[in-house]
């Protein structure tokens, strides 16, 4: 069985109501739910919320709820992993026995059925603890400045001053879009950044993270321009 998760809470401080939240004319979190229903790959699609205005949207698109998240899990500094340890534990005790799990956050959009699908066939063909999106930095972090405490200049690796991008390595970030899971692995390492991990590579023009109301408008814009060019 294969199971995605989809965590969204309900208690958003600087974009209120984040994971519903009207994008591009529906709830952001539809993309999600729409995404895993699309790829085939699911047979059960859970939102773990503690909100019920989130739970009723999660349920007219598709998602299950089976239960409510607990508060101790629902606070601005509880990581994603506690999370999700949470919900396949709550599956154990039910009698519910998954096999993957592919966390998808509520706040990405630009999430595509056939990346999901690139995913899953990675962490089966070579057997690894966790798959997840990533893209390319879109500047050489090699040349990365810091400003000291007497508030100059100065880079985090000198010896790359005179060095072409060219010759500098590709560095890649979380895309923040999806993390496929082993479930055995994962409850025993209690680890999404696994030592055997692979990436699922993706267009920069598909990432966009969202934590301001400026992020949010960028990528509306982004979405429109991607749908209107056929790139979604």
């Given at each position: 069985?294969?199971?995605?998760?989809?965590?969204?809470?309900?208690?958003?401080?600087?974009?209120?109501?984040?994971?519903?939240?009207?994008?591009?004319?529906?709830?952001?979190?539809?993309?999600?739910?729409?995404?895993?229903?699309?790829?085939?790959?699911?047979?059960?699609?859970?939102?773990?919320?503690?909100?019920?205005?989130?739970?009723?949207?999660?349920?007219?698109?598709?998602?299950?709820?089976?239960?409510?998240?607990?508060?101790?899990?629902?606070?601005?500094?509880?990581?994603?992993?506690?999370?999700?340890?949470?919900?396949?534990?709550?599956?154990?005790?039910?009698?519910?026995?998954?096999?993957?799990?592919?966390?998808?956050?509520?706040?990405?959009?630009?999430?595509?059925?056939?990346?999901?699908?690139?995913?899953?066939?990675?962490?089966?063909?070579?057997?690894?603890?966790?798959?997840?999106?990533?893209?390319?930095?879109?500047?050489?972090?090699?040349?990365?400045i810091n400003i000291n405490?007497?508030?100059?200049?100065?880079?985090?690796?000198?010896?790359?001053?005179?060095?072409?991008?060219?010759?500098?390595?590709?560095?890649?970030?979380?895309?923040?879009?999806?993390?496929?899971?082993?479930?055995?692995?994962?409850?025993?390492?209690?680890?999404?950044?696994a030592d055997d991990?692979?990436?699922?590579?993706?267009?920069?023009?598909?990432?966009?993270?969202?934590?301001?109301?400026?992020?949010?408008?960028?990528?509306?814009?982004?979405?429109?321009?991607?749908?209107?060019?056929?790139?979604?």
């Amino acid at each position: 069985m294969n199971v995605g998760i989809i965590p969204a809470r309900g208690g958003s401080k600087r974009i209120p109501n984040k994971n519903i939240k009207p994008f591009a004319g529906r709830p952001i979190i539809a993309y999600s739910i729409e995404a895993a229903k699309v790829s085939g790959l699911f047979d059960k699609i859970f939102v773990s919320t503690d909100s019920e205005k989130i739970a009723i949207i999660a349920k007219e698109y598709g998602a299950e709820i089976p239960f409510m998240r607990p508060k101790e899990l629902s606070d601005d500094f509880t990581p994603t992993v506690p999370v999700l340890l949470h919900a396949l534990e709550w599956m154990e005790v039910q009698g519910i026995s998954a096999k993957f799990a592919c966390c998808l956050y509520a706040t990405a959009p630009f999430v595509q059925a056939e990346h999901l699908k690139r995913g899953f066939r990675l962490i089966m063909r070579k057997r690894i603890s966790a798959v997840f999106s990533v893209t390319t930095f879109p500047f050489p972090i090699f040349w990365s400045i810091n400003i000291n405490e007497k508030g100059c200049l100065e880079m985090f690796w000198p010896e790359h001053e005179s060095k072409r991008s060219n010759d500098l390595p590709e560095a890649y970030h979380d895309a923040g879009q999806f993390y496929w899971l082993d479930c055995k692995k994962f409850l025993k390492t209690k680890k999404i950044y696994a030592d055997d991990a692979y990436p699922v590579i993706l267009p920069r023009y598909l990432v966009q993270d969202i934590d301001t109301p400026e992020d949010w408008q960028n990528a509306e814009v982004m979405y429109e321009i991607a749908k209107e060019k056929g790139l979604l």
